[in-house]
């Protein structure tokens, strides 16, 4: 037998990138779960085509750059950001919205940076206001949940509309947004802004029957289930508490303050907590190891201040959720949060800088 | 290679403004929306680079070192302010799409730059054909550019021709594809950045690739001379 000899560290932890990897994209499953539940299984639909792009593309580029394309391949970064988007974007949108979208994570986002851990962006979140900032229409197009549905959902919709944006019964895109009463059906967060512009008070705007619900039907479960997951991330010590934390409590101490000066015009932070992509957000987007602070007082900073972009762009900005938005932003400050927030160096007195004239 | 050709090959390729200066950055990506927007503002750049090399070659034994920056500033604002006033006589349209664009002219690097790189310390005719090479060499980038976002974005070609050549270029309109969703963001400014990303890499893998060519071809030439006759008499000529 061969002794490997090896530099320190010598106890280090068994995590390796595909095993984290695959245990985030696992994490992800009750909320894909939930997804299927409440908008039907759209959702499945889309991954199917976000994982096969993001693999054909990352081989492409691999391809090129003369890398090794399997080792690569196989530790399941694609897939990730696959998942994330895929269940990001609305179940119903046209396939190539999530085509080109995971193409454009893949390639620009991720690899012309230089491949895994050096991408300045988290890929999905920058394929994500890619697409919305290009195809507003398609991308805010969220079905109602089905129970609020007014045309009953075949199992064969999903592909029927995703390909032909008719579904299988032909009804377009905006005759399925209708419910039974006729109205148009949008996402809470949407539903509350409009009613805001409009002038309506929340607890008005909250007639709506999507609102029956904290959080708005099917969308609490859908944060809940996320929740859940990325609660058993924490457990595996996949992630740490310090960025969902900051961001969970930063959202709703933000909102807390705006409820309680003005309730009128001011969703409860429980609505924000449990609307939109919130937990999704602070467990499994905000926390990808590459773009975010890894200093532990600068995870708290930037996990903050995603709490409080999302808070700011929700309520004073022009689109109703603001996830992408508020981690592209942050993921900008990263550099200058790390930079001030080195840690002491072992055997270095806190300050010990301050003293450097006098030693 | 005389003089001429090697300020012409400078300006379009080997220190190209738009490719490798990376000057003029701002009109260069708020301008390329469109083809002819483009063409609009590079055409009024290649102008007011052979006036301004021009002027400021002819006058350069009169302007004291001191105070050249300001004169050199002077003579480029006031030709600016010719080209605007003609574009505002003559192609309104584009005048308006354009904008604040066209007076900022003024402060575009490369103008300023080639004055006091190049024409303050060469004769008039060079000065004038270096100001249209390096204009011609930033038109070629930002209608490149400009054709890109337009094909992306609208799936259009010379959108709106007529605003910069009259009335009958309207023909020149191409459709290449119809769609409901336009790709808005290869209009806004993002999508700029990302296609000059593209436009720098492929001018940077086509120099790389010449530069592989040229070394095999030296060490071929370089094995040839081996017997002793010829490099001795050679080296004795010397």
């Not at chain 1, 396939?95 to 940076?113: M, N, P, S």
């Not at chain 1, 290009?134 to 999903?158: G, K, N, R």
């Not at chain 2, 060469?122 to 038109?139: C, E, K, Q, R």
Request: hydrophobic share 50%; charged share 10%; with cysteine.
């Amino acid at each position: 037998m061969s002794f490997r000899i090896a530099s320190s560290p010598h106890n280090h932890s068994q995590q390796q990138t595909h095993v984290l990897m695959r245990k985030v994209v696992l994490a992800c499953i009750p909320g894909i779960a939930a997804q299927c539940y409440f908008f039907g299984f759209g959702v499945l639909l889309q991954l199917l085509l976000a994982i096969s792009t993001a693999l054909a593309s990352e081989a492409l580029i691999l391809y090129w750059r003369g890398k090794p394309v399997l080792v690569r391949l196989k530790d399941n970064s694609a897939l990730l950001t696959a998942v994330l988007l895929a269940v990001a974007i609305p179940p119903f949108a046209p396939w190539w919205i999530i085509v080109l979208g995971t193409a454009f994570a893949i390639i620009v986002v991720k690899q012309l940076y230089g491949g895994l851990g050096h991408n300045l962006f988290n890929p999905a979140m920058a394929a994500y206001v890619l697409l919305l900032v290009s195809f507003p229409q398609q991308m805010t197009s969220w079905l109602p949940p089905q129970s609020l549905q007014a045309q009953q959902q075949h199992v064969l919709d999903p592909v029927c509309t995703v390909f032909t944006n008719f579904s299988c019964a032909g009804y377009s895109m905006t005759q399925l947004k209708t419910d039974a009463d006729g109205m148009t059906m949008a996402t809470p967060l949407d539903t509350l802004k409009t009613d805001l512009a409009a002038g309506r008070t929340v607890t008005e705007s909250q007639q709506h029957k999507i609102f029956a619900a904290i959080g708005g039907i099917g969308w609490n479960w859908v944060n809940l289930a996320f929740l859940a997951g990325g609660l058993w991330l924490l457990q595996q010590k996949i992630i740490q508490w310090r960025i969902p934390a900051a961001l969970l409590g930063s959202l709703a101490l933000c909102s807390l303050l705006a409820y309680l000066i003005d309730a009128d015009r001011n969703g409860s932070p429980l609505f924000h907590l449990f609307s939109g992509g919130t937990m999704l957000a602070a467990f499994f987007i905000a926390t990808d190891p590459v773009s975010a602070s890894t200093t532990e007082r600068g995870r708290l900073i930037y996990g903050a201040l995603i709490g409080l972009l999302i808070f700011l762009i929700r309520r004073f900005g022009g689109y109703p959720d603001a996830v992408a938005f508020a981690v592209m932003l942050a993921n900008l400050a990263v550099p200058l949060i790390d930079y001030y927030t080195r840690p002491r160096t072992y055997g270095h007195r806190p300050n010990s800088h301050k003293h450097k004239g006098v030693h | 290679m005389n003089q001429y050709q090697e300020i012409a090959r400078q300006g379009l390729w080997q220190n190209n403004p738009g490719l490798v200066q990376l000057l003029g950055l701002c009109p260069l990506l708020a301008t390329s929306s469109t083809l002819t927007n483009a063409l609009g503002l590079g055409l009024a750049t290649v102008l007011v680079l052979m006036s301004t090399n021009f002027v400021v070659s002819l006058i350069r034994h009169q302007v004291p070192n001191e105070i050249r920056i300001p004169v050199f500033v002077m003579v480029i604002a006031a030709v600016v302010t010719a080209i605007e006033q003609l574009m505002h006589a003559y192609t309104y349209a584009l005048y308006q799409s354009l904008g604040i664009f066209i007076p900022l002219i003024v402060t575009n690097c490369i103008v300023i730059g080639r004055a006091e790189a190049f024409a303050s310390k060469n004769a008039i005719l060079p000065a004038t054909v270096d100001g249209l090479m390096m204009g011609l060499g930033f038109t070629a980038v930002l209608a490149s550019l400009g054709a890109v976002r337009e094909v992306l974005g609208q799936g259009t070609l010379f959108d709106g021709a007529d605003a910069l050549l009259g009335s009958w270029a309207t023909v020149l309109r191409v459709e290449l594809y119809q769609s409901d969703s336009h790709f808005l963001l290869a209009i806004l400014p993002p999508g700029a950045f990302l296609v000059l990303g593209c436009l720098i890499a492929a001018k940077n893998a086509i120099d790389l690739r010449q530069k592989k060519k040229q070394q095999q071809v030296k060490t071929i030439t370089r094995a040839r001379v081996t017997h002793s006759a010829g490099a001795e008499s050679a080296a004795g000529g010397n």
